[in-house]
């Protein structure tokens, strides 16, 4: 059971620059988040999704994008890198339980733009 | 708007200590309260979770308590460990639903001396 998968692990972009981080769960779960840690600091939410079809803006959603196409996949899209998107990205998941919402991460996709 | 804070951002223990790690949240309209792990380079590991209702919760050597009127949390770490060294993050869901959007703290850095 691989839990939830991030690729790349490690990217270096330009200023301007496009790229997706790809985000993979196998424990069909519905809920799904994407966090970005900048150093020193907790994490804060870009978009989540409580479902295929469906997302919505966390606390720092601009400069990004994501779709929900299936239950498995998140992908999140960076479309012109600013210097300001340097981070760790994580993404996450959580199965819809009423009363209890645990989170299972992945190892994190470490970003750097020049 | 809900704050999370951690105090402080790094603590060294010789092994052996008991240690307690300290968790403020701004506004005590709570939905729970979770305590993680982070290693380095890696993603987070969920710990602990408290719903709102409860006032503590125990793993082991872990015990994390909840009041939720003063908007305090900590974890009680006994016989601390070389192993538990890693930096050590609470998060809470405000408001009164499960929205699974989890506010973080900066993190505690940890440091367990042999």
């Known amino acids: 059971n691989a839990g939830v998968t991030q690729t790349p692990k490690f990217r270096i972009l330009k200023i301007g620059q496009s790229m997706t981080l790809q985000c993979t769960q196998d424990m069909n779960h519905n809920y799904m988040y994407w966090y970005r840690q900048d150093p020193g600091m907790g994490l804060k939410l870009i978009y989540y999704s409580v479902g295929a079809g469906i997302t919505d803006k966390g606390e720092v959603p601009n400069g990004y994008n994501v779709s929900r196409s299936t239950t498995e996949d998140f992908p999140l899209r960076l479309e012109l890198a600013a210097p300001s998107q340097t981070s760790v990205y994580f993404c996450?998941?959580?199965?819809?339980?009423?009363?209890?919402?645990?989170?299972?991460f992945g190892a994190g996709s470490r970003l750097t733009v020049l | 708007k809900q704050e999370v804070t951690q105090i402080p951002a790094a603590l060294s223990v010789p092994e052996g200590e008991n240690l307690v790690l300290n968790c403020s949240f701004t506004d005590s309209a709570i939905y729970n309260l979770q305590w993680f792990r982070q290693d380095p380079g890696k993603g987070l590991t969920s710990l602990l979770l408290i719903q709102s209702s409860q006032r503590e919760q125990t793993s082991g050597r872990l015990n994390a308590s909840l009041d939720k009127s003063s908007g305090r949390s900590t974890l009680y770490i006994a016989a601390s460990q070389p192993g538990d060294s890693a930096t050590y993050l609470c998060?809470?869901?405000?408001?009164?639903?499960?929205?699974?959007?989890?506010?973080f703290g900066q993190g505690t850095t940890l440091q367990v001396k042999p």
């Open positions: 996450a998941s959580s199965p819809t339980i009423s009363g209890a919402n645990v989170l299972t």
């Open positions: 998060a809470v869901i405000a408001g009164s639903s499960n929205t699974g959007k989890l506010i």
